[in-house]
Structure formats: C-alpha cells, structure tokens
C-alpha cells in the first residue's frame, strides 16, 4: 500500500536525527572537557562553557519541534513511543552537557599547577574515555532500536560506577597535604558528574528497549538492587 | 409457534398469543441506573451478493462500554454493526451468518421478531435524519407512540429523551417547530433521543459525528460518555482520535475480518498486530 502521512513521518525523523546529533554534541563537549582537564587548559574549559549554549539550543529545538508536532499530528503506537523517548533523551542531552559544564567549571578553580595525585587523574581519564564511549554507544543503539546493544550499557556503567568509588579510596589516601586533599575533594566532583553521565546513557538505553517492547522497566534498579531485599 | 420463555430469560414478558413472535422487551433494567446488555457475535459472515463483507467474525461488547470499531473504508464495520440489529438484511441479495447474542439471546434465531430487535437495539447514522416533516416532540414520540405509549407517559418519555441525549433545554420552548429547523449537531442529538424513546439496551453509531463541527462533535462524545453508564455503546468511527477519547475498547476490522481487539490505550500505543500499527498511525488507510 501507498505510504501516506509522508510529510509527518519525515518530520519525526528529522526530529530523531536531531536529538541524536545531540548526542554527538554531547561527546564533543566530554572529549575536550576531558582533554582540558588533562592539560589544565582554562581556555578551552571556558570554550565548552560557552559552547553548552548551542547543546541548550538543541534541547529548545527538539523540545518544541515535538510538541508541535504533539499538536498538530497526534502520533499514535510506535510513532508516539518514538515521540515519548525522544522528550527523555533530549533530556539526558541537555543533562550530559550540563555535566560537561560543571567539569570544566573545577579546571580554573584548581589553578595553573594543581597538586595532582596521578593515580586519581587517569582513573578520572578512563572514566571519560568509557563514558563517551557509552553515549556514543547509546546513540548507535537508539538509532538501530537495538535492545541488546542497549542492555549492554549495564554492565559498561557498572565498570564506571567501580572506578567512581575507586577514586574516593585514592582520594582518602591522598595523604596531609591541604591542597591535595582539596584538589582531590574537587576531582570527587569530576568523578561524580562522570559517573552521573554514565546514568544518563544507560537511560537512553531503556528508552531504546521501551520503543521497541512497548514496555518501559529500568535495566538496574538503584532503590532496590538485586539480592538486596 | 409459540415460544416457551423460561425463568432464565430476563424480561417482563407475559403470556403469548400463539402467532406471536418472540419480542425483545426492556430487561427490567431501571433506566436511570440499569445495566446495558453484553453483546456476542459468534462466527458472523455477511454477504452482499457473492461477496462478502463480514468473515466469520468473533467479538464481544461489553455492557456499560464504548467499544470502537475502526477501519479504512470497506473493511465491513458498518456491515457489523448493521448485522447487531438486522438491518443488513434489508438490502436486497444480502445474506447474513451466525449468531448474534443479547446476553443469551440469539437475535438471529428464527422465532425472533425483527422490530423489537431493533427496538432493543438503536441507531444513530452518519447523516442526522430526522423526520422531515415532524416537529421536535413529533420525532421523539413517534417510538413510543406506536408501542402504545400516550398522554402523560408520552410526554414524559419524550422529556426525558431529550434530558438524556442533552438537548431539552436547547429545545424546551420550540417542541412544536420542525425538527429540521435545528442546527447540524442538534438534530444528530434529537436522533439520539429518537432512538432512546424506545429504550434500547444496545446503541449503535455508525460515523454520528462525521457530518458535525468539531464543537457539536465534543458535545455528542460528551454524551456518550454519560449514555455508557445506561446502555452499551458501539461505535463506528474514521476518527482515529475520536476512538481514543471515547472508547473503553477498540476493535480494528480489515478486509471484513476482526485483526485485533483491546484496550483503546494498547491500540493506540502497543498494538499487537503490525497491521494495527500501520493503520492506526496513519501508515496505511
């Protein structure tokens, strides 16, 4: 049979496209937020600062592109689940940019020579590393309504949730020293938006099996994790 | 032939003339707060011709709900529903197969008698169609009039028809002018009425508001709405969001065959059936 109601169809893909583009938007802001936080580099801290503007504009465009089309196409079945998820990762896109924000914002603050500890720095590092490799992962899996691909992400954010509480052991042993022991509470910060990001991917993911399945079940539950009653 | 009636079978029936048909009377239900009646359509065809229309079809209507019937156009839903109160046969070379059950009745049966079928179970069309030449309290009595019903308990009758399809205080001072002197959505409500006076315990609606503006449209979904707590209600619909605002169930129907029935909400956001889904979200049709 003929495809009809072309012109809304392309308008939700494009919407798609949109909001998952964002998602790149996203692992730019983390690879130089993470590369400024290696390098110290106050200047292009202070250029994802300003750059979360456009990842805020995405969010505004997406936000109000389905809501309009809410109005006006009244989408049902998977049309309206695709429609649902895309208001929640749009979300988490604009959630994971803040979070860049909120790394970068500690890089000035440390100074031009902080105290670093090394071990806590390149286990901040690996966690950016595997945190973008979680949201690009969560896009490729949005984008192939791939459920596997998506459930996958548990166990990626459970290796990220580890070195999270790894970095409060070093920064427990991180000895007398004041301004270690404040660069390093500062660092808990990094670690703790990191891990945070980590969350917001696996979120993408139960958006992915929702479309997919009809039914929306969170693939961990934090309030209630297993063999925990 | 004379049919026995046994104790089960619900109704206020008394003693038969031998010729007499089997009557579908009012089930005793107190009408302010009564419940409708359950319909069941066994392995029901119909045929226009050779062709046919309606295939060995299964579906029940719950009492007290709105059940929708959608599809494109052809797919047999208004042949259905015209099969539930037997006016499918009314055209000529058509045919119909199979049981249709009010509770335990089988209004198919042989012995049935075909008006008070239809008296059981009413109908609203696509068209508001009052009868041209009869005033507004003249459109509502004429039901009741012709089962005997006159003087105060006919002006009751028509009162509380036109109270229950929402019209009365639109038309309480002109009962006497025509009653296609009213507006588009007011002379779909009188039809509703009309098809109160005489008590059914089954509506149907083939397309009601599709001639109507979007404001006499809510007006008759209101309505609906409130009728469901008396009658059980099946409608036909082209409007997919028609069906979601009203609908307790929604049966999707293709090429004359049920495809899925549930819930309006899973219709409308999981549905089984990937035909459902093309249809409903505008993919064919």
């Given at each position: 049979?003929?495809?009809?109601?072309?012109?809304?169809?392309?308008?939700?893909?494009?919407?798609?496209?949109?909001?998952?583009?964002?998602?790149?938007?996203?692992?730019?802001?983390?690879?130089?937020?993470?590369?400024?936080?290696?390098?110290?580099?106050?200047?292009?801290?202070?250029?994802?600062?300003?750059?979360?503007?456009?990842?805020?504009?995405?969010?505004?465009?997406?936000?109000?592109?389905?809501?309009?089309?809410?109005?006006?196409?009244?989408?049902?079945?998977?049309?309206?689940?695709?429609?649902?998820?895309?208001?929640?990762?749009?979300?988490?896109?604009?959630?994971?940019?803040?979070?860049?924000?909120?790394?970068?914002?500690?890089?000035?603050?440390?100074?031009?020579?902080?105290?670093?500890?090394?071990?806590?720095?390149?286990?901040?590092?690996?966690?950016?590393?595997?945190?973008?490799?979680?949201?690009?992962?969560?896009?490729?899996?949005?984008?192939?309504?791939?459920?596997?691909?998506?459930?996958?992400?548990?166990?990626?954010?459970?290796?990220?949730?580890?070195?999270?509480?790894?970095?409060?052991?070093?920064?427990?042993?991180?000895?007398?020293?004041?301004?270690?022991?404040?660069?390093?509470?500062?660092?808990?910060?990094?670690?703790?938006?990191?891990?945070?990001?980590?969350?917001?991917?696996?979120?993408?993911?139960?958006?992915?099996?929702?479309?997919?399945?009809g039914l929306f079940r969170e693939f961990t539950d934090a309030s209630h994790p297993a063999g925990v009653s | 032939m004379t049919i026995p009636l046994t104790s089960s079978q619900r109704g206020t029936e008394t003693e038969q003339a031998p010729d007499q048909k089997r009557r579908?009377?009012?089930?005793?239900?107190?009408?302010?707060?009564?419940?409708?009646?359950?319909?069941?359509?066994?392995?029901?065809?119909?045929?226009?011709?050779?062709?046919?229309?309606?295939?060995?079809?299964?579906?029940?209507?719950?009492?007290?709900?709105?059940?929708?019937?959608?599809?494109?156009?052809?797919?047999?839903?208004?042949?259905?529903?015209?099969?539930?109160?037997?006016?499918?046969?009314?055209?000529?070379?058509?045919?119909?197969?199979?049981?249709?059950?009010?509770?335990?009745?089988?209004?198919?049966?042989?012995?049935?008698?075909?008006?008070?079928?239809?008296?059981?179970?009413?109908?609203?069309?696509?068209?508001?169609?009052?009868?041209?030449?009869?005033?507004?309290?003249?459109?509502?009595?004429?039901?009741?009039?012709?089962?005997?019903?006159?003087?105060?308990?006919?002006?009751?009758?028509?009162?509380?028809?036109?109270?229950?399809?929402?019209?009365?205080?639109?038309?309480?001072?002109?009962?006497?002018?025509?009653?296609?002197?009213?507006?588009?959505?007011?002379?779909?409500?009188?039809?509703?009425?009309?098809?109160?006076?005489?008590?059914?315990?089954?509506?149907?609606?083939?397309?009601?508001?599709?001639?109507?503006?979007?404001?006499?449209?809510?007006?008759?979904?209101?309505?609906?709405?409130?009728?469901?707590?008396?009658?059980?209600?099946?409608?036909?619909?082209?409007?997919?969001?028609?069906?979601?605002?009203?609908?307790?169930?929604?049966?999707?129907?293709?090429?004359?065959?049920?495809?899925?029935?549930?819930?309006?909400?899973?219709?409308?956001?999981?549905?089984?059936?990937?035909?459902?889904?093309?249809?409903?979200?505008?993919?064919?049709?």
């Amino acid at each position: 049979m003929p495809e009809t109601r072309q012109a809304f169809h392309d308008e939700l893909t494009e919407l798609e496209t949109q909001a998952l583009a964002g998602l790149d938007m996203v692992v730019t802001a983390l690879e130089r937020t993470m590369e400024a936080l290696s390098q110290q580099d106050v200047e292009l801290a202070a250029m994802v600062i300003a750059d979360d503007d456009r990842i805020d504009g995405r969010y505004l465009e997406v936000h109000q592109g389905i809501l309009s089309l809410l109005a006006r196409q009244a989408p049902v079945a998977t049309d309206l689940r695709l429609v649902a998820a895309l208001l929640d990762v749009i979300k988490h896109v604009e959630r994971m940019g803040d979070q860049c924000v909120n790394i970068a914002k500690t890089i000035p603050l440390t100074g031009h020579e902080p105290p670093i500890v090394p071990e806590l720095l390149s286990t901040l590092l690996e966690m950016g590393r595997r945190v973008t490799q979680m949201i690009e992962q969560s896009k490729k899996a949005f984008a192939g309504r791939n459920v596997e691909l998506a459930e996958d992400l548990v166990s990626r954010d459970e290796a990220v949730n580890r070195m999270h509480r790894e970095c409060f052991r070093i920064a427990l042993e991180a000895g007398e020293d004041v301004d270690t022991r404040e660069w390093a509470m500062m660092m808990l910060g990094v670690g703790r938006a990191l891990e945070r990001m980590g969350d917001n991917a696996v979120d993408i993911g139960e958006q992915t099996a929702f479309i997919v399945t009809g039914l929306f079940r969170e693939f961990t539950d934090a309030s209630h994790p297993a063999g925990v009653s | 032939m004379t049919i026995p009636l046994t104790s089960s079978q619900r109704g206020t029936e008394t003693e038969q003339a031998p010729d007499q048909k089997r009557r579908f009377e009012p089930s005793g239900k107190d009408q302010a707060t009564g419940a409708g009646r359950r319909v069941s359509i066994k392995g029901l065809s119909a045929w226009y011709g050779d062709q046919y229309a309606v295939k060995e079809l299964d579906l029940e209507f719950e009492p007290n709900k709105v059940t929708a019937i959608i599809g494109p156009s052809g797919c047999g839903k208004s042949t259905m529903v015209r099969c539930i109160n037997r006016m499918h046969e009314e055209i000529p070379g058509t045919r119909v197969e199979g049981e249709v059950l009010l509770d335990d009745q089988d209004l198919y049966a042989n012995e049935v008698d075909v008006t008070s079928v239809r008296r059981a179970v009413g109908m609203v069309f696509q068209k508001p169609n009052p009868f041209p030449t009869m005033s507004v309290y003249d459109n509502v009595a004429s039901g009741p009039k012709l089962s005997g019903t006159k003087g105060k308990h006919l002006k009751e009758r028509v009162e509380q028809s036109l109270r229950s399809a929402a019209l009365w205080d639109e038309v309480k001072d002109r009962l006497d002018r025509p009653g296609i002197g009213l507006s588009g959505g007011q002379q779909q409500r009188l039809c509703i009425a009309r098809t109160l006076a005489v008590e059914p315990e089954v509506v149907l609606m083939d397309e009601p508001c599709s001639a109507l503006d979007p404001v006499a449209t809510l007006r008759i979904e209101e309505l609906i709405e409130e009728l469901k707590t008396r009658y059980t209600i099946v409608i036909v619909t082209h409007n997919m969001q028609q069906a979601g605002r009203v609908a307790d169930s929604t049966a999707f129907m293709l090429t004359g065959e049920l495809v899925e029935v549930g819930p309006t909400e899973t219709i409308f956001t999981k549905p089984t059936d990937d035909r459902t889904e093309q249809y409903v979200s505008g993919r064919f049709g």
